[in-house]
């Protein structure tokens, strides 16, 4: 007798989606009483709404010392800005809010967008509405949605397809975001509607929306500043003849994995097809309905699209999504990432306007001391008036100045002690980190309060190999989940347990290649240490013009490991 296979039962999760009346939840009765943070259902339910409750780690022992029960907590809020673009009021209004509401602290992500930390319950509400007052938004910045769409953020007029890409990203954007009256109930209008349930089911989503988070962004064969491998939907630019034709899409593209689970690891998204500009929206709801409806609902820990690329294969993802394209299926053209741009520093736009680039380390904006970096980027967008753009490698740009506005952002920079990005060596500009400890529920480890002293002990290695210019990057993340995409870098240095880390080396700065597991459990105060032997052969041994990450590849897995034993 033939056995049937049972379909697994659904997550928790799912159930909490198809039971909370249209994303509503008890959401706004919780923030009408008077308590300070929700419960399970609504915590799930918040994430739609761009919004995660936390926890302050660090205030443990202090309440516990103090007598206050229960735990100290808070809420990271997260925008939407598709393409990372901001106007300067808007860019003001930010800031207002991170002075009221937040920490005082502005983080970039590496999603180009912002995010505060910090808010708690009275605050909520007033800080999404006020970044909705500046025709913003943080609907769909979180959840099991498509969230925010990336794009090159530079303002380069002398190449048509850079603006082509950060318009397409806003039409994807607009057209993927969710349609449910939940949001602006709650957060704009603050109207509660009459008891009962709200049978909204989103004309894309359905009512269960999907079945984890979906990641999509726009690059550029030459300058993937986006890490498009590492995204769910990517949409890659074709050029053809000296004009942008439209683009390869890539799916399957994901970071986050489970310590101690084979099943779960990252993938480098594959090139299913190619479409025409006029294309794109419907290319992009295609494959969210696919996911939608053949996703892993019962273990989110392989929920991701990347799991139905990988188990399934090309050739018969390429045939299931075809029966979703509303047009024929064309296969892809022959494209690939060959390179990457910070666009950092003094640039012209082509246009007779100018843009500066400047570093961010780890995204956190915030005044300490004699170091004052949200009153320099404030005094620079209050007196220049100028545009911001936001950067996956969590950096900012200054955009639309005249020729004169150098000497003056030079000078704001100086007063206020922020080190220009000529000044900052190659690798600490090409790093990142994750919030992590004290905030991140998910946090093992440090990260972004732990990667700038591991910088600060490997510079001067670098210095004295001669390898200071070298362009390589290092991603630290204080989990396996891989928020900083850690998992394609030169070096990815990911929580393991407690204050030891997994270092990772061999991958590709430009985002087209895993890399490898060098060792585990390398205790945080060891990482320089281990790295440096292999630093030393790669001195030593490159063949001209090879990166750190190739020379990696080149002499395979087992001799790094053995050379960093």
Same mark, same amino acid.
Request: contains cysteine; glycine residues 10%.
């Given at each position: 007798?033939?056995?049937?296979?049972?379909?697994?039962?659904?997550?928790?999760?799912?159930?909490?989606? =198809?039971?909370?009346?249209?994303?509503?939840?008890?959401?706004? %009765?919780?923030?009408?009483? &008077?308590? /300070?943070?929700?419960?399970?259902?609504?915590?799930?339910?918040?994430?739609?709404?761009?919004?995660?409750? %936390?926890?302050?780690? /660090? !205030?443990?022992?202090?309440?516990?010392? +103090?007598?206050? =029960?229960?735990?100290?907590?808070?809420?990271?809020?997260?925008?939407?800005?598709?393409?990372?673009?901001?106007?300067?009021?808007?860019?003001?209004?930010? /800031?207002?809010?991170?002075?009221?509401?937040?920490?005082?602290?502005?983080?970039?992500?590496?999603?180009?967008?912002?995010?505060?930390?910090?808010?708690?319950?009275?605050?909520?509400?007033?800080?999404?509405?006020?970044?909705?007052?500046?025709?913003?938004?943080?609907?769909?910045?979180?959840?099991?949605?498509?969230?925010?769409?990336?794009?090159?953020?530079?303002?380069?007029?002398?190449?048509?397809?850079?603006?082509?890409?950060?318009?397409?990203?806003?039409?994807?954007?607009?057209?993927?975001?969710? $349609?449910?009256?939940? #949001?602006?109930?709650?957060?704009?209008?603050?109207?509660?509607?009459?008891?009962?349930?709200?049978?909204?089911?989103?004309?894309?989503?359905?009512?269960?929306?999907?079945?984890?988070?979906? $990641?999509?962004?726009?690059?550029?064969?030459?300058?993937?500043?986006? /890490?498009?491998? !590492?995204?769910?939907?990517?949409?890659?630019?074709?050029? +053809?003849?000296?004009?942008?034709?439209?683009?390869?899409?890539?799916? &399957?593209?994901?970071?986050?994995?489970?310590?101690?689970?084979?099943?779960?690891?990252?993938?480098?998204?594959?090139?299913?097809?190619?479409?025409?500009?006029?294309?794109?929206?419907?290319?992009?709801?295609?494959?969210?309905?696919?996911?939608?409806?053949?996703?892993?609902?019962?273990?989110? $820990?392989?929920?991701?699209?990347?799991?139905? @690329?990988?188990?399934?294969?090309?050739?018969?993802?390429?045939?299931?999504?075809?029966?979703?394209?509303?047009?024929?299926? @064309?296969?892809?053209?022959?494209?690939?990432?060959?390179?990457?741009?910070?666009?950092?520093?003094?640039?012209?736009?082509?246009?007779?306007?100018?843009?500066?680039?400047?570093?961010?380390?780890?995204?956190?904006?915030?005044?300490?001391?004699?170091?004052?970096?949200?009153?320099?980027?404030?005094?620079? @967008?209050?007196?220049?008036?100028?545009?911001?753009?936001?950067? =996956?490698?969590?950096?900012?740009?200054?955009?639309?100045?005249? *020729?004169?506005?150098?000497?003056?952002?030079?000078?704001?920079?100086?007063?206020?002690?922020?080190?220009?990005?000529?000044?900052?060596?190659?690798?600490?500009?090409?790093?990142?980190?994750?919030?992590?400890?004290?905030?991140?529920?998910? !946090?093992?480890?440090?990260? +972004?309060? !732990?990667?700038?002293?591991?910088?600060?002990?490997? *510079?001067?290695?670098?210095?004295?190999?001669?390898?200071?210019?070298?362009?390589?990057?290092?991603?630290?993340?204080?989990?396996?989940?891989?928020?900083?995409?850690?998992? %394609?870098?030169?070096?990815?240095?990911?929580?393991?347990?407690?204050?030891?880390?997994?270092?990772? @080396?061999?991958?590709? $700065?430009?985002?087209?290649?895993?890399?490898?597991?060098?060792?585990?459990?390398?205790?945080?105060? *060891?990482?320089?240490?281990?790295?440096?032997?292999?630093?030393?052969? #790669?001195?030593?041994?490159?063949?001209?013009? *090879?990166?750190?990450?190739?020379?990696?590849?080149?002499?395979?897995?087992?001799?790094?490991?053995?050379?960093?034993?």
């Amino acid at each position: 007798m033939t056995q049937v296979k049972e379909t697994p039962a659904p997550s928790p999760v799912e159930g909490i989606k =198809a039971a909370s009346n249209g994303l509503r939840g008890t959401i706004i %009765q919780t923030i009408s009483s &008077g308590i /300070d943070h929700f419960e399970e259902g609504d915590k799930q339910l918040l994430k739609f709404h761009g919004t995660y409750q %936390q926890e302050n780690r /660090d !205030a443990r022992k202090s309440r516990s010392a +103090e007598g206050l =029960a229960g735990k100290a907590y808070s809420f990271m809020i997260r925008a939407r800005i598709p393409g990372g673009i901001v106007t300067a009021n808007q860019w003001l209004a930010l /800031d207002d809010l991170a002075g009221k509401y937040a920490n005082n602290t502005i983080r970039l992500t590496s999603r180009q967008s912002i995010q505060y930390h910090g808010v708690v319950m009275s605050g909520l509400r007033e800080t999404i509405a006020g970044m909705n007052a500046c025709l913003l938004s943080t609907l769909s910045a979180c959840g099991d949605v498509n969230r925010n769409v990336m794009a090159c953020p530079a303002p380069d007029s002398t190449n048509p397809v850079y603006k082509a890409m950060q318009e397409d990203a806003h039409a994807v954007a607009m057209h993927l975001a969710p $349609k449910s009256s939940a #949001y602006h109930e709650i957060w704009v209008n603050g109207v509660r509607q009459p008891t009962g349930v709200v049978e909204e089911v989103d004309p894309i989503y359905g009512k269960l929306w999907l079945p984890r988070k979906f $990641k999509t962004a726009f690059g550029l064969p030459l300058d993937n500043c986006v /890490d498009i491998h !590492a995204q769910c939907l990517g949409y890659l630019a074709v050029h +053809e003849n000296g004009k942008h034709t439209g683009y390869n899409v890539l799916v &399957g593209g994901g970071q986050g994995m489970t310590h101690g689970r084979a099943d779960t690891f990252p993938h480098i998204s594959k090139a299913m097809c190619f479409i025409t500009r006029d294309q794109v929206c419907s290319a992009g709801e295609a494959v969210i309905k696919l996911f939608r409806d053949h996703g892993n609902r019962a273990d989110r $820990k392989r929920a991701r699209i990347k799991y139905l @690329v990988a188990d399934w294969g090309v050739d018969k993802f390429r045939e299931v999504l075809a029966t979703y394209l509303p047009f024929p299926l @064309v296969l892809p053209k022959a494209v690939e990432v060959s390179g990457i741009d910070l666009h950092l520093g003094w640039n012209s736009q082509g246009d007779g306007k100018f843009w500066y680039g400047l570093s961010v380390e780890n995204g956190r904006i915030k005044d300490d001391g004699a170091f004052r970096l949200r009153t320099a980027i404030r005094t620079i @967008v209050e007196e220049l008036g100028c545009e911001v753009r936001l950067s =996956a490698m969590q950096d900012i740009l200054f955009c639309q100045l005249e *020729e004169s506005a150098l000497e003056k952002i030079v000078q704001i920079l100086d007063n206020c002690g922020v080190p220009l990005p000529d000044k900052r060596s190659a690798v600490r500009k090409l790093s990142l980190a994750c919030p992590a400890v004290p905030t991140c529920p998910l !946090a093992i480890c440090e990260s +972004e309060r !732990a990667l700038p002293g591991v910088i600060d002990q490997l *510079e001067p290695v670098l210095g004295e190999l001669g390898l200071y210019t070298e362009e390589f990057g290092i991603r630290m993340t204080g989990c396996p989940n891989g928020c900083v995409r850690p998992y %394609q870098s030169e070096i990815g240095l990911v929580g393991r347990s407690g204050d030891k880390y997994v270092v990772f @080396v061999g991958g590709q $700065k430009n985002g087209s290649r895993l890399n490898f597991l060098g060792k585990d459990l390398v205790p945080r105060t *060891e990482i320089v240490n281990t790295l440096k032997p292999l630093l030393v052969r #790669y001195k030593d041994e490159r063949n001209s013009g *090879e990166n750190f990450g190739d020379y990696c590849q080149r002499i395979g897995q087992d001799s790094c490991k053995a050379i960093m034993a």
